[in-house]
């Protein structure tokens, strides 16, 4: 259908399963074990009701904000999902320069299908923020490379992923595997546009997912999910002792030696992690379970949220709060912001929408929420994006049907 026919982000899912091969969309949609938290992540919202007030003045209603700084017309950004470039030929760059056009943040994956100089190249002013989602490799020395890289190329935050420090099963994609060897052999032979010549390590890495080499057929789960997590660090720490020959071995410290950026942490699950992430003076944390690819049983996004604005209302005065997983609608977005969240992140929408329609459908995904959060906004009674607060959402203990 014409993008014109498009009313909400759903849509765009039917429509990229119908474009896009099998195997690739089982890769964009898939999540773990039976994929509750994935289902749930979504359901959550609909057990938060909004408190409107009328008799509000809304004709001038203005739904911006700030994002670590960077201004932003609507309170959402792009959340890094790998290999875009699966379901459309242009890839990130349809996101990229979607972004770009309605000037909202695009944080690009470890994991992309274009290097990262390339994304950066795509962007449609040297203006343009981009964040950085960063896998950390083991070794420390090719993890600081990767984030002087990125900050060469002008990326503007680090968003460290903190909940795949393995990979999960996600057994649709285990069932459909893919290949990437194409895309893999692609990545090895072009240099990084920043003149690097990437390493083998330096690939971006295979997704966080379970992506099976036709020579790896055999490969059981364990090996696969072995083979996915060789190189990144799974002894990341909020704190461990040190041996005194060492400086610095605490991840949070050592990325602040390595880079002025600012630092965000994606992957927070719980109300002491978040704690824990104040303490430790990052900038930022993103509530999120991977889009329910990670720990299944992990509570949904909004669930951590409330828990985190009811137990400990101090964090959000310390740090900015952002969530992900399964924000589907300008409501969703709306209920995250009374519960203290400063922005939302999307993964699988850009995904589908660039799959089916390239940059328009990234724009169009942009315009979509923005009509929402503006019309639910004004009756609301709000104006801006600080008129909501707590007091304008109710958690009910049942579930809608
Ligand atoms: C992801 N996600 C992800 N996260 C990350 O830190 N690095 C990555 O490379 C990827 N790759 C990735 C690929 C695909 C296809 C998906 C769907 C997701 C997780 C992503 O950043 C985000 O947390 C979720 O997508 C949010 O949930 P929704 O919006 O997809 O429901």
Redesign the pocket.
């Known amino acids: 259908p014409p993008l014109s026919r498009i009313l909400n982000l759903r849509e765009f899912e039917e429509i990229a399963k119908s474009v896009m091969s099998y195997k690739a969309w089982a890769?964009?949609?898939s999540?773990s074990d039976d994929e509750i938290t994935?289902s749930e992540?979504?359901r959550a919202f609909s057990r938060f009701f909004f408190h409107p007030r009328v008799l509000v003045p809304v004709s001038k209603c203005d739904p911006s904000t700030t994002i670590l700084g960077f201004g932003s017309p609507i309170p959402v950004f792009v959340?890094?999902?790998?290999?875009a470039r699966l379901g459309h030929p242009l890839g990130e760059a349809n996101i990229t320069r979607g972004a770009g056009r309605t000037n909202i943040i695009q944080?690009v994956?470890?994991?992309?299908s274009l290097s990262y100089g390339q994304i950066a190249e795509s962007r449609i002013s040297a203006s343009q923020p981009l964040f950085f989602?960063l896998?950390k490799h083991k070794d420390d020395k090719v993890a600081e490379e990767r984030v002087r890289t990125v900050e060469n190329l002008g990326y503007r935050a680090i968003?460290l992923?903190v909940?795949?420090v393995v990979s999960s099963s996600r057994e649709r994609d285990i069932r459909a595997p893919f290949v990437l060897e194409e895309q893999e052999r692609e990545a090895e032979q072009q240099p990084a546009a920043n003149g690097q010549q990437m390493s083998s390590q330096e690939v971006p890495?295979k997704?966080?997912?379970v992506a099976t080499k036709s020579a790896d057929k055999d490969m059981n789960l364990l090996g696969t999910a072995g083979a996915l997590v060789k190189f990144d660090d799974q002894d990341m720490s909020w704190k461990r002792a040190c041996p005194s020959w060492m400086n610095i071995c605490d991840t949070i410290p050592w990325l602040r030696s390595v880079t002025k950026l600012p630092i965000a942490l994606?992957?927070i699950q719980c109300v002491e992690d978040a704690v824990l992430a104040a303490e430790a003076g990052v900038d930022a944390i993103?509530i999120?379970?991977?889009?329910?690819?990670q720990l299944e049983y992990s509570l949904p996004?909004i669930e951590v949220l409330y828990k985190l604005r009811k137990q400990r209302p101090d964090v959000f005065e310390k740090l900015e709060v952002y969530i992900?997983?399964?924000?589907?609608r300008g409501t969703d977005v709306l209920k995250a912001l009374c519960l203290g969240a400063t922005a939302v992140?999307?993964?699988?929408?850009f995904?589908f929408a660039q799959s089916a329609y390239g940059e328009e459908g990234v724009v169009k995904t942009v315009q979509i929420l923005e009509r929402e959060i503006v019309t639910s906004m004004r009756l609301l009674g709000v104006t801006s994006v600080k008129d909501l607060v707590p007091e304008m959402v109710e958690r009910v203990d049942w579930q809608p049907k």
């Open positions: 890769y964009y949609s999540a994935y992540n979504m959340s890094g999902a790998g290999l944080m994956s470890s994991s992309p989602q896998y968003f992923t909940d795949a890495r997704p966080d997912d994606k992957g993103l999120s379970n991977h889009g329910g690819r996004s992900d997983g399964g924000i589907r992140g999307l993964g699988r929408p995904m």
